[in-house]
C-alpha cells in the first residue's frame, strides 16, 4: 500500500502479468472463466461513512464470495495497525480471518479494494494456484482479481495529486488498466464508467492502449506496417538460414516442422487474449485459433 510516497508507473510486471492472465486459463478453463462474465456491481460492493465499520465489511466481504463463487467460505474481519493494507490467514476453512489495515476506518469506500485482494488469496488458495516468490505471487492474485471482475475496485483506489497519493496492489496502476483492458476486450465491458478516481480513469486508458497493441503484433494482420517489414525480414532469414540463428526481435519465433525441416517452418506467437503461444505453418494468410481460450486470428505468416 503506498500512503503518501511515490507510486511506480509503467509496466516493470508485465510478463509476470501475461503469464498469470495463461495460468488461471490453464487451471480453470475458458468455460469457468467465463463465468465470471459480469464483473462486480459498484452499487454492491459501495461502503459509505455512514455505514457501519464491521457490519460493513462483512457485506462488502459476502458480495466478494459470492462473486468467486466461494459459497462456503465464510470471512471474519478484523482491524489493526499494519504497515500492509491487508492481510489474510489461509486456514484450512470455512473460516477465514483477515486484517485490514487501521487506516480503512476512516478510509471507508477503499474496504471493498483491499478485500477484493484478500478474497482472491482464498480463492487461489482453494485452486491450489500459486506462483514461486511472493512478488510474483501477489501479481498473480492482483491479476486474477482484476481478470475475474473485482479487481476495478483496486484501480478505482488509486489517487494521486501533487501532494498526496494512494495505491493499493502490487500492480502498477497502468498494469491494472491493461489488465482491465484485457478483460473488458473479451467481455465487452465498460469499466471506464465505474471510476470515481480521475487518475484510474486515465491509467486505464493507458492500460487500454497498451493491450490493443497486443492484437497489432506480427504475424497477426492488424500489425502495422513497421511490424510486418520486420516480420517479412526475420521470416527470410529463417528460410535462408533454417530456425537456427539469433531469435527475432518481435514476439514470434520460428522452429522447423518435421525432419530436418521437409515440411517447412511453422511460426509460433502468443495468442493476443490469453497469452498461450499458437504455432501455425509459414504459408501465407492463415487463420488459427487458440487452444487455450477459444479466440480466432487472421494471420499473414
Not at 498461450?276 to 487463420?287: A, D, E, F, L, W
Request: include cysteine; charged fraction near 25%.
Amino acid at each position: 500500500m503506498v500512503n503518501g510516497g511515490p507510486v511506480v508507473h509503467g509496466y516493470p510486471h508485465l510478463e509476470t502479468v501475461r503469464a498469470a492472465i495463461t495460468a488461471l486459463y490453464k487451471r480453470l478453463s475458458y468455460d469457468t472463466v467465463h463465468t465470471f462474465a459480469t464483473s462486480v456491481a459498484p452499487a454492491d460492493v459501495a461502503f459509505g461513512d455512514e455505514d457501519d465499520l464491521h457490519l460493513g465489511a462483512q457485506r462488502v466481504a459476502r458480495e466478494l464470495v459470492r462473486h468467486y463463487h466461494l459459497p462456503d467460505a465464510r470471512m471474519i474481519i478484523g482491524f489493526r495497525e499494519m504497515e500492509h493494507a491487508a492481510s489474510v490467514e489461509l486456514a484450512a476453512g470455512p473460516e477465514y480471518f483477515i486484517e485490514l489495515n487501521d487506516r480503512f476506518r476512516t478510509h471507508r469506500r477503499d474496504i471493498g479494494a483491499a478485500l477484493a485482494h484478500e478474497v482472491m488469496h482464498v480463492y487461489l488458495h482453494r485452486l491450489d494456484l500459486s506462483f514461486p516468490g511472493t512478488r510474483d505471487n501477489e501479481i498473480l492474485t492482483d491479476t486474477a482479481a482484476t481478470y475475474l471482475g473485482a479487481g476495478w475496485l483496486l484501480l478505482d483506489a488509486y489517487r494521486e495529486d501533487a501532494a498526496t497519493s494512494q495505491k493499493l496492489g502490487y500492480l502498477t496502476p497502468e498494469e491494472f488498466g491493461y489488465v482491465l483492458a484485457k478483460r473488458s476486450l473479451v467481455f465487452g465491458e465498460a469499466p471506464e464508467t465505474w471510476f470515481t478516481s480521475a487518475q484510474a480513469y486515465t491509467a486505464y486508458t493507458k492500460g487500454l492502449a497498451q493491450a490493443r497493441r497486443d492484437e497489432q503484433q506480427p504475424p497477426l494482420t492488424a500489425a502495422g506496417w513497421a511490424g510486418q517489414r520486420r516480420y517479412a525480414k526475420d521470416r527470410r532469414y529463417a528460410q535462408d538460414h533454417g530456425a537456427r540463428g539469433p531469435a527475432p526481435a518481435g514476439p514470434y519465433s520460428f522452429s522447423a516442422d518435421g525432419p530436418q525441416g521437409r515440411s517447412g517452418l511453422r511460426v509460433a506467437f502468443p495468442c493476443p487474449t490469453c497469452h498461450q503461444r499458437i504455432r501455425v505453418p509459414v504459408r501465407g494468410r492463415v487463420r488459427a485459433r487458440c487452444g487455450l481460450c477459444r479466440t480466432v486470428v487472421e494471420c499473414d505468416t
